[in-house]
């Protein structure tokens, strides 16, 4: 099996080490001997608390992530908080501060712009194609919160320390390089 695998680089969907997907299949067809596979156990069953209780831990370890924080596991991927995020957190005199890095960026703050929330660009790399990461940037104080995307997955630009937004919570899609690093 393991010679006709190709090697996969995208930045987005990737290769997988071929003992992680051969563990995967051991275990789908009779998840924790119970007899079923993952996909068939209730999502309200003991087997099933155990798995999202886990990957709760393992996240909060992977991001040393202490008992402050709660991780949530929610629907619709990255797309639907780009529109959640503003609809949450922005009241009508509220405004958030966007960087525009590229793709992802623009999209979040093309939703913004959809539900008419107030937010500025306050810096963007798009005189040069997104092919940088703005530095000094200079953050509005009364900013509800700073979205930043942490990795550009299409042009390949990443940061590699976060700005300092003096105390404004930062909202970060980390959608392709979330667990790389805990280090930002
Ligand atoms: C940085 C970034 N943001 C958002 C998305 C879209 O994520 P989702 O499919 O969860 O909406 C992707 C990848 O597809 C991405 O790389």
Redesign the pocket.
């Known amino acids: 099996m393991a010679e006709h695998r190709i090697h996969n680089f995208n ?2 969907p990737a290769a997988l080490p071929l003992q992680v997907l051969e563990e995967i299949q051991a275990n789908f067809l009779n998840f924790d001997h119970s007899g079923m596979s993952i996909t068939e156990i209730s999502h309200r069953s003991s087997y099933f608390d155990k798995v999202i209780n886990d990957a709760v831990e393992r996240a909060k370890r992977l991001l040393k992530l202490d008992e402050r924080y709660h991780v949530l596991f929610l629907q ?5 908080q780009f529109a959640m995020v503003p609809m949450n957190f922005l009241g009508d005199n509220d405004s958030a501060d966007y960087v525009n890095t590229g793709t ?1 960026a623009g ?1 979040a703050i093309k939703e913004a712009q959809i539900l008419k929330k107030n937010h500025k660009v306050a810096a963007s790399s798009e005189d040069k194609d997104f092919s940088y990461i703005p530095k000094d940037i200079q953050f509005s104080a009364n900013a509800k919160y700073v979205h930043l ?1 942490s ?4 042009k390949g630009t990443q940061y590699y320390k976060f700005p300092d937004t003096k105390g404004i919570p930062i909202v970060c ?1 980390m ?2 390089d979330i667990f790389q690093d805990p280090w930002r």
Request: glycine fraction near 18%.
């Open positions: 930045a987005g619709g991927g990255a797309s639907l992802w999209k995307t990795n550009n997955t299409i899609d959608s392709s």
